[in-house]
């Protein structure tokens, strides 16, 4: 390593020695987020806005494939429109940012700014359905909710975020959730296929889900430090907000019926989600599949003749390909660049000088080993497309080993607390479906349930924390 | 047209009737806008979006084409952040909304709802400019905006807006000043060539600047009833906030220096424009590069074996083709599709039946037109591209024609207002440059300046409004 990068790789605290000061390090250091003058609201910069792009433009395509269409609805909420729905609003209410004044005039309302958009959809809805023949109505809306939070961290805990939220109305329960697991499954496959995180599905318990939700569907997942990050969530509404709005549709037998409805979303949580799961010590480890530069090409002495030339030969190749490749050719030194970019976590840096040129040859340097190879300049795009996917792979099967390493089975309250503070990640135990045993995990093991996954496991037929009879497996840990 | 088309055409007030109702009529019936609870903040419907999202695309290629990366900054500015720059609160404070409220507690400090983020990218510009090495800076942010207006109308005068906002910072005044120009022609190229929207380019007076700037430059455009839109602003702003900010960089000499900076931003207001410009009494009509559905392809006789299979294989041959196409294969009655089509303006309709099939044809019925050809399916794609290239070209002639045959000159106050009264238009006269003159042709004729055109003629020596001589030619007009 060049004096330049150990020099600037110091300035990243070590994980093991402090995970939360690593986190906002590389944050901060790989120029992905700054912060503002307000508390909690933090300012996207163009690499960690360029993350989020990507992954805006891969969600959207599968959206639209099942027939989602965007739209925009109004950042302002009415205090009486939010009040309509009982849970939801006891919920949201404390969270909120209240606009009381509108130019110098003190507001006869006041407004919150949305901390999500369940009942400006249902007001809608309610203008737009009228019949069976106005359903499905599969809407989905990219934008920024506003949540007035405590505490807050990059990424993590912002009190303005940006996000998608899915808002689905269908004719029965059975379409609505389908809808619902669909959604879900969208998420886990881009999770696990695009961001290289693996994630473990399932339904979360009555206490952990969506205020005025019939059932909420999440994707889970674990971080190096062996603490849950929910990745995204899926909620099933039943008819309960097209009752408290009023909203009915005429059938195919003429008469009035209650549609029922679906939400869903991700947020920028999920690049905290990227970081957490595939950094190291020496800053962002970012997925091929999301990453805004794939390929970082550095040539080798520069100054030399044709050297620029047959670098910029190789980025038209491999642009042409439909990779994202950028060359830096600034006069920095090949140490500060060979840390600049390991910094901010390019998959993959080519290098190429006169002797490679006269051998035909490059080298690559594989971010998440530091493997370094020459490699033939013929054929380099799928050489190098090739190296991209065993990049990804290597991510998720180390992110995968992480999970699987790191969850474990506890016969008994004891049990799972000495395994959390000795070990920490996810613990699975039987439950009886009873809330006071949920809060009792809570109160001595410090763990919050994080879902009932779908793949359930036969561990005992009691709940080891009452005795009584259990009916799931559950997986608690402690979550971000 | 068929009976279904003329009754549902009928719902459409005629815009020589009334064009302000005509206007709210399209935008209901094509299904761009809803209302929502709150005056001003309307719900932009999926076609409506649709619509905007090509924007986007077309213009987010553009930006970064220049180099330009997009950012996202919070949506509260605190009061005394945006009290930093004079000019500029006074301008925005009296159209804030402002939040006063977190939660259940007061704010210390009172945060208005962005009504535009000059000053938020300045306090970040700060912490991110040091040495002329971070310069130029080069930022732009899609987002909403909000301005508390007394009055509203759909895609016009939105109290809550989507937009983008270029910010960029420079090393000297002539930086800023290229950067200034070159986003304005972006803007224009991107109304001629992609929304078929005829420009006057030139630059505001101070009266009509923006906020702070020193210099504001706009594209002017002429709707259906002679009115002015102004469809996308350009600002220089020199060093003021720069200095109001303190932001400094070390330069080349090791000395500080103020950078310099530009901001520019266009609107959905351009998807007023587009109606405006190209909707007739029958609807919506599209430019094609901007249309979300491109083509509309319609099965005749669909139950009839075969069709269906033949209009699908002609949707796919022009999607391969890179063409935005949909087929409607519902129970509608083709009266109500063409009617359907034809009032949300898209540009050419395709007709295949069983006949057609047989004679290896289609029909093709221009919206702009209503033309109606036969044509041969053999290279339909070209054909079809063609004629998509031909619309674009017809609306822009016609919107040209348009503007040029309602700009009138007029060499005195009296003659001005008696043209504006008559036939309205912009109407060109010479001016000395005081905003005294200025005034007076607003209280007298009514009309605002529109721009000082970058293609000036020599009306005159002298100001036909005070007799003093004469600095500049000015467009005068009744504007949105």
């Given at each position: 390593m060049a004096q330049d990068n150990k020099k600037q790789v110091e300035e990243i605290t070590d994980m093991e020695v402090d995970f939360a000061k690593w986190f906002t390090d590389v944050c901060k250091k790989a120029e992905l987020i700054d912060y503002s003058s307000i508390k909690g609201m933090f300012i996207y910069r163009p690499y960690g806005y360029a993350i989020w792009e990507n992954i805006q433009h891969t969600l959207d395509a599968e959206f639209k494939k099942y027939g989602h269409e965007n739209v925009y609805l109004p950042m302002l909420i009415p205090e009486?429109?939010?009040?309509?729905?009982?849970?939801?609003?006891?919920?949201?209410?404390?969270?909120?940012?209240?606009?009381?004044?509108?130019?110098?005039?003190?507001?006869?309302?006041?407004?919150?700014?949305?901390?999500?958009?369940?009942?400006l959809f249902c007001e809608h809805f309610k203008n737009v359905i009228h019949s069976y023949r106005d359903l499905p109505k599969l809407y989905n809306q990219w934008c920024s909710v506003l949540r007035w939070e405590k505490t807050s961290r990059p990424f993590l805990r912002h009190r303005e975020f940006l996000w998608q939220e899915g808002h689905t109305m269908h004719a029965n329960s059975e379409e609505a959730r389908e809808e619902t697991q669909r959604m879900l499954n969208v998420y886990a496959d881009f999770m696990e296929n695009v961001l290289a995180m693996p994630v473990v599905k399932g339904r979360k318990t009555d206490k952990e889900k969506f205020n005025g939700a019939e059932e909420t569907y999440t994707v889970e997942c674990m971080m190096h430090d062996k603490k849950a990050l929910q990745g995204g969530t899926s909620h099933y509404f039943g008819d309960g907000f097209a009752k408290a709005f009023n909203i009915t549709f005429a059938g195919k037998d003429n008469q009035p019926h209650f549609p029922h409805q679906t939400s869903w979303g991700v947020s920028t949580r999920l690049i905290g989600g990227i970081i957490m799961t595939h950094?190291?010590?020496?800053?962002?480890?970012?997925?091929?599949?999301?990453a805004p530069t794939q390929v970082i090409v550095i040539p080798v002495a520069q100054h030399k003749e044709g050297v620029i030339e047959a670098n910029q030969a190789i980025v038209d190749r491999l642009t042409a390909a439909g990779l994202r490749v950028k060359m830096d050719a600034s006069e920095q030194s090949p140490g500060w660049k060979f840390a600049e970019y390991e910094m901010k976590g390019v998959p993959l840096r080519l290098e190429l000088g006169p002797k490679d040129i006269e051998k035909n040859q490059?080298?690559?340097?594989?971010?998440?080993?530091?493997?370094?190879?020459?490699?033939?300049?013929?054929?380099?795009?799928?050489?190098?497309?090739?190296?991209?996917?065993?990049?990804?792979?290597?991510?998720?099967?180390?992110?995968?080993?992480?999970?699987?390493?790191?969850?474990?089975?506890?016969?008994?309250?004891?049990?799972?607390?000495?395994?959390?503070?000795?070990?920490?990640?996810?613990?699975?135990?039987?439950?009886?479906?009873?809330?006071?045993?949920?809060l009792k995990m809570k109160e001595e093991a410090g763990m919050s349930s994080r879902c009932i996954p779908f793949a359930q496991e036969?561990?005992?037929?009691?709940?080891?924390?009452?005795?009584?009879?259990?009916k799931h497996m559950v997986y608690w840990g402690v979550a971000y």
């Open positions: 009486s429109l939010l009040q309509k729905e009982k849970d939801h609003v006891e919920g949201f209410a404390p969270e909120c940012a209240w606009v009381t004044m509108g130019g110098s005039e003190e507001l006869e309302e006041r407004y919150c700014i949305r901390p999500t958009s369940e009942t950094g190291d010590n020496n800053g962002l480890v970012l997925p091929p599949r999301i490059c080298v690559l340097v594989r971010r998440d080993s530091g493997e370094k190879v020459f490699v033939s300049l013929d054929n380099i795009e799928q050489t190098v497309a090739d190296m991209l996917d065993s990049i990804h792979d290597s991510l998720y099967a180390k992110a995968k080993k992480n999970l699987d390493d790191n969850t474990f089975a506890a016969y008994s309250l004891e049990e799972a607390k000495a395994i959390q503070e000795e070990k920490g990640g996810l613990i699975k135990t039987m439950w009886c479906g009873n809330l006071e045993c949920e036969n561990l005992g037929e009691t709940c080891p924390i009452c005795g009584k009879p259990a």
